[in-house]
């Protein structure tokens, strides 16, 4: 029995934790589309690395290069101006477009260094003049630039990424107090009653109104509202927490551990293990005796 309330408890718990992270990454993947939150960090990233602030100057003729924004025409003055901003950039394309926008004269890899020395920015100019000085000729160049534009992206991937956790916190908590998802009251009430859970079986690909209704047949939602400020309603505080961290490890990673525990709860109990002397003298008794 005990095994068995376990099991059910831990299929409830990460059956709720999954469609919430599941909720949330849907969600935060509608607002990063919506609000181009991708592109403008990409854009934001190549400003930082070009120094160029106001867009007004190596950015924006970036930019305007085909192989790096296709989708425009090459002529928006300003951020606003721009009809398409890429939400991705390839290295090598970055390059190109970049020595494209700094020479007067092309395939003239001797004069790019002179054009290069014309950069007002005293860090840009530094930088650019250290990867041309090292390059033997212009593919080498291209590929400094390429892995100078990688180690920044790199930089910019990872303070994206601590953004959206960040978001990620402020939606899961946003939905566990919507609808009241308290882990300790939750888990309180599995411990309890056990066959809450017991008519989840399968692991949710998507949402959808089955698994919808399956996580309000969980004991999650608001009896009576507002709450009373009292000591229960600081541990429902804490329970509102505790769901909202849950969703920063991702629904895959619930639904795994799910998947593991439903498998579990299939297999059945372990059966006994046979002592060793059992086991020998079945085996001698299985042996046929050889006729004389």
Known sequence: ????????????????????????????????????LRANTLLAGIKSMLNDPRFDGLARAVYAHPLVNPHTDGTALDERGLRSRPSYIEPAHFAIALVDSLWKVPGDFIQLRSAIETIPDPQLRAALLSMVSRARDLQQFQDMLAGWFDNAMARMSGAYKRKQMLISLLLSLLLAILFNIDSIHLFRTLWLQPGLAAHIKDVPAGLDPAVIKDLMALPIGWTS?????????????????????????????????????VRMRATGAKPEEVPAAVRIEGKVAATPVPLP
Do not use: H, K
Not at 8 to 34: D, K, M, P, R, W
Not at 227 to 252: H, S
């Open 1 to 36: 029995m005990l095994g068995s309330t376990v099991l059910e408890v831990a299929i409830g718990l990460t059956f709720c934790y999954g469609t919430v992270a599941l909720i949330v990454t849907t969600v935060q993947e509608a607002l990063a589309s919506l609000f181009r």
């Open 225 to 261: 509202f507002p709450p009373v400020l009292n000591a229960d309603f600081a541990l429902q505080v804490a329970g509102w927490f505790i769901t909202a961290t849950t969703a920063l490890f991702g629904a895959p990673f619930w639904f795994d551990i799910m998947q593991r525990v």
